[in-house]
């Protein structure tokens, strides 16, 4: 079963950037994974930020933005917000049958 | 716009049955492919189910094939989760999603299956 990692948490000051990471223990991260990335706040469903490596959802803010870097698929969130602090969680495809979530990163805005 | 609500979670005991319900709203269910998903307290987030637009193909998690069965009803938008067998390990939230090209796209709140004797 392969096991999808990323950094347990980030602390970004308000206004700077930091960029999120997702592994994958079989190897590297590739745009054939479709590599998702989902934002979460306490007591909320996640909600969508970017699907297939780097397209954005109509309601994503243009701060954020998805890539793949070196051999794993990154989030990155330019002039960060309070309202962007967050639990933010990566999905990877395996197969139509296989695909795992990463275990989250928690998003500190301080 | 899209809204999907879930329903039917609850306190079941291990071994027990549960039939979790998703009611789409703003949109034709019949557009969609769809997914069910669960957050549980120590496995995180965990995919669990794909459904394709008419039903007549799904996919599963290894963790839950044989036991959970996903179907459908377009006419009445409606999602459902068939769930047999329950263990301790599948008490969680689960939440209905859209797809959109390998991904969850929209997202209801969710309703929490508790799995306890």
């Known amino acids: 079963q392969a096991v999808v990692t990323q950094e347990p948490s980030l602390t970004v000051s308000p206004g700077g950037t930091v960029t999120l990471t997702c592994g994958s223990s079989t190897g590297a991260v590739s745009s054939g994974h479709h590599p998702s990335w989902f934002q979460q706040k306490p007591g909320q469903a996640p909600r969508a930020l970017i699907y297939d490596t780097r397209n954005k959802h109509a309601w994503t803010p243009a701060r954020f933005s998805g890539s793949l870097l070196g051999g794993r698929a990154a989030l990155s969130l330019s002039g960060a917000q309070p309202e962007d602090e967050a639990d933010y969680y990566c999905?990877?495809?395996?197969?139509?049958?296989?695909?795992?979530f990463g275990s989250g990163t928690k998003v500190t805005v301080l | 716009q899209v809204q999907l609500a879930e329903s039917g979670g609850g306190v079941v005991q291990p071994g027990g049955s549960l039939r979790l319900s998703c009611a789409a709203s703003?949109?034709?269910?019949?557009?969609?492919?769809m997914h069910w998903v669960r957050q549980g307290p120590v496995k995180g987030l965990e995919w669990l189910a794909f459904a394709n637009y008419d039903g007549t193909r799904a996919f599963y998690a290894d963790s839950v094939k044989g036991r959970f069965t996903i179907s459908r009803d377009n006419f009445n938008g409606a999602l459902y989760l068939h769930m047999n067998g329950l263990t301790i390990e599948d008490t969680a939230v689960y939440h209905c999603?859209?797809?959109?090209?390998?991904?969850?796209?929209?997202w209801g709140q969710g309703t929490l299956v508790t799995v306890s004797s």
């Open positions: 703003g949109f034709s269910l019949t557009n969609h492919q």
């Open positions: 999905l990877v495809s395996y197969s139509t049958t296989l695909r795992v």
């Open positions: 999603a859209t797809d959109l090209q390998w991904t969850l796209a929209s």
